[in-house]
């Protein structure tokens, strides 16, 4: 995989479209978000980049001269090349879309673009491409990587895949463990970052079909038709362009579980539908009327607030309490109270192993500031800060200064400046950073009553470092120090 090479410093992203205004545009979107990313002008050349630049994600428009997007997806097949394709048209068709879909596309969205659609498409498709690859996981004839995950996930590590040791998350990996254990159907609620898709796919690598395939539908890409033909597949010439039959999500994962990624986006007509399936687990084939069983197990996951959505007329009171049979609410970063600086951890390690340099650290102050973030973003966005700060780090511990003014979005529970004012620490504006240093370090160290253990845990440093700092400040010791040095 490239993000394990040592030239890749983060995610790459290959931005194919002849159209010289267009392809400008979603370059100027992406690197804006701190992706590396290149363009070409037609999909020979873009295929011919790939040969000997690799790539995460590849943005393609589908009208091109020569080679079509369509055509550019199939060599890309054909060429089993490891990458998370996403198509953007001013010529959109359902047809277009389900070939799009059926070749492994990621997502398909039409011109012209909204930019934080565009941004929060490719954020996913680095997420699975991460997630996939860090799991060890192979590819299964085509589709696995890319928008149709058939996946085995005996490699998965369920409880790794979310760290944290507060008791909220405790809870959560013991709820999981408790739920996996069943065939029950499962609603996983929570704000967009917080890792919905990693407690379903828990849940699948725990369950008695863990052998079994795990199948996702990203609910919101698509239309009312497409994500019909997507989820039960379609005899041929039953629309437009139906060219050949077409086998669903649900037949794709029997035997196994399907995950459905944000449920809300359900057009409210195939919500009735769907109900039927989680009834009766049967269904027809778009343009059949032979009705298919199946054994398969729904997961299904939102960010939204459901029974405001039913109560508004947008969702489906029937299906809501088909779904959620067992609740599961993920947990926002905000209330996780001490992971933060874990996950932080696990990031700097993971950048250092991916980028093939460090190891990265966090001064005081940058820790201090990290814990006073509400993290708007939830762990995504705390992932994106560590990531972007380690590939821009020139070797020396990563600083507060350097991270402040990417902690935007939402208002923060305490900024940086108020976190070292007067009113907390007691730090006047105007001090270097060795003396905001020294001054964070004595005062966590009052705040536990001289208890080094505790102290160097929360600044995420050893205590025989701790120490050493200490003796160079001249810091006298109280009496129970000396029996926590060791």
Same mark, same amino acid.
């Given at each position: 995989?490239?993000?394990?090479?040592?030239?890749?410093?983060?995610?790459?992203?290959?931005?194919?479209?002849?159209?010289?205004?267009?392809?400008?545009?979603?370059?100027?979107?992406?690197?804006?978000?701190?992706?590396?990313?290149?363009?070409?002008?037609?999909?020979?050349?873009?295929?011919?980049?790939?040969?000997?630049?690799?790539?995460?994600?590849?943005?393609?428009?589908?009208?091109?001269?020569?080679?079509?997007?369509?055509?550019?997806?199939?060599?890309?097949?054909?060429?089993?090349?490891?990458?998370?394709?996403?198509?953007?048209? $001013?010529?959109?068709?359902?047809?277009?879309?389900?070939? $799009?879909?059926?070749?492994?596309?990621?997502? +398909?969205?039409?011109?012209?673009?909204?930019?934080?659609?565009?941004?929060?498409?490719?954020?996913? $498709?680095?997420?699975?491409?991460?997630?996939?690859?860090?799991?060890?996981?192979?590819?299964?004839?085509?589709? +696995?990587?890319?928008?149709?995950?058939?996946?085995?996930?005996?490699?998965?590590?369920?409880?790794?895949?979310?760290?944290?040791?507060?008791?909220?998350?405790?809870?959560?990996?013991?709820?999981?463990?408790?739920?996996? $254990?069943?065939?029950?159907?499962?609603?996983?609620?929570?704000?967009?970052?917080?890792?919905?898709?990693?407690?379903?796919?828990?849940?699948?690598?725990?369950?008695?079909?863990?052998?079994?395939?795990?199948?996702?539908?990203?609910?919101?890409?698509?239309?009312?038709?497409?994500?019909?033909?997507?989820? +039960?597949?379609?005899?041929?010439?039953?629309?437009?362009?139906?060219?050949?039959?077409?086998?669903?999500?649900?037949?794709?994962?029997?035997?196994?579980?399907?995950?459905?990624?944000?449920?809300?986006?359900?057009?409210?007509?195939?919500?009735?539908?769907?109900?039927?399936?989680?009834?009766?687990?049967?269904?027809?084939?778009?343009?059949?009327?032979?009705?298919?069983?199946?054994?398969?197990?729904?997961?299904?996951?939102?960010?939204?607030?459901?029974?405001?959505?039913?109560?508004?007329?947008?969702?489906?009171?029937?299906?809501?309490?088909?779904?959620?049979?067992?609740?599961?609410?993920?947990?926002?970063?905000?209330?996780?109270?001490?992971?933060?600086?874990?996950?932080?951890?696990?990031?700097?390690?993971?950048?250092?192993?991916?980028?093939?340099?460090?190891?990265?650290?966090?001064?005081?102050?940058?820790?201090?500031?990290?814990?006073?973030?509400?993290?708007?973003?939830?762990?995504?966005?705390?992932?994106?800060?560590?990531?972007?700060?380690?590939?821009?780090?020139?070797?020396?511990?990563?600083?507060?200064?350097?991270?402040?003014?990417?902690?935007?979005?939402?208002?923060?529970?305490?900024?940086?400046?108020?976190?070292?004012?007067?009113?907390?620490?007691?730090?006047?504006?105007?001090?270097?950073?060795?003396?905001?240093?020294?001054?964070?370090?004595?005062?966590?160290?009052?705040?536990?009553?001289?208890?080094?253990?505790?102290?160097?845990?929360?600044?995420?440093?050893?205590?025989?470092?701790?120490?050493?700092?200490?003796?160079?400040?001249?810091?006298?010791?109280?009496?129970?120090?000396?029996?926590?040095?060791?």
């Amino acid at each position: 995989m490239s993000q394990g090479s040592a030239a890749t410093q983060r995610y790459r992203v290959l931005v194919v479209d002849d159209h010289a205004r267009a392809r400008e545009s979603v370059v100027d979107v992406l690197r804006a978000s701190d992706y590396d990313v290149d363009a070409c002008a037609s999909a020979i050349e873009g295929l011919n980049r790939l040969a000997v630049k690799s790539a995460d994600v590849v943005v393609t428009d589908l009208q091109m001269p020569g080679m079509n997007g369509l055509e550019f997806i199939r060599e890309i097949e054909r060429r089993r090349l490891n990458v998370q394709v996403l198509m953007i048209t $001013a010529h959109g068709s359902v047809a277009a879309a389900v070939e $799009a879909m059926r070749l492994g596309a990621f997502d +398909f969205i039409e011109k012209p673009f909204d930019a934080q659609a565009l941004e929060r498409s490719v954020a996913q $498709a680095c997420d699975r491409r991460r997630l996939y690859n860090a799991a060890g996981e192979s590819r299964v004839e085509g589709d +696995f990587g890319r928008g149709n995950p058939m996946k085995t996930s005996q490699s998965l590590d369920s409880t790794a895949a979310m760290i944290g040791s507060s008791p909220v998350m405790q809870k959560l990996r013991q709820r999981i463990a408790q739920v996996a $254990a069943t065939d029950e159907t499962v609603l996983i609620s929570g704000e967009s970052g917080t890792g919905k898709e990693l407690v379903a796919q828990s849940i699948h690598a725990l369950s008695r079909r863990a052998a079994g395939p795990m199948v996702s539908l990203n609910c919101p890409v698509l239309s009312a038709q497409l994500t019909e033909s997507e989820l +039960f597949g379609h005899k041929r010439g039953a629309f437009t362009g139906a060219e050949a039959d077409r086998t669903g999500r649900f037949e794709m994962a029997a035997g196994g579980s399907i995950l459905l990624d944000e449920v809300t986006e359900i057009d409210l007509t195939l919500q009735a539908k769907l109900l039927r399936v989680l009834q009766e687990r049967s269904f027809e084939r778009v343009g059949s009327s032979e009705t298919v069983s199946v054994d398969v197990r729904v997961l299904a996951t939102t960010n939204r607030e459901l029974t405001s959505e039913v109560s508004a007329g947008r969702f489906r009171a029937d299906l809501y309490y088909r779904l959620a049979v067992v609740p599961i609410a993920v947990p926002p970063l905000r209330e996780r109270t001490g992971d933060v600086l874990e996950l932080a951890d696990h990031f700097l390690a993971d950048a250092s192993a991916r980028l093939e340099r460090g190891p990265f650290e966090l001064t005081p102050a940058a820790r201090l500031l990290l814990n006073a973030y509400t993290w708007p973003g939830n762990v995504r966005e705390l992932q994106n800060v560590i990531t972007r700060a380690c590939v821009l780090n020139q070797g020396e511990p990563i600083n507060a200064e350097e991270l402040g003014p990417w902690l935007g979005g939402q208002p923060r529970e305490k900024t940086f400046e108020q976190a070292v004012s007067s009113d907390v620490i007691g730090l006047p504006a105007g001090l270097t950073l060795e003396e905001v240093e020294r001054r964070l370090i004595v005062a966590t160290l009052e705040r536990f009553e001289g208890h080094r253990g505790k102290t160097a845990e929360v600044l995420g440093i050893g205590v025989r470092t701790l120490s050493g700092k200490l003796r160079s400040y001249g810091y006298a010791p109280r009496e129970r120090d000396f029996a926590e040095i060791g």
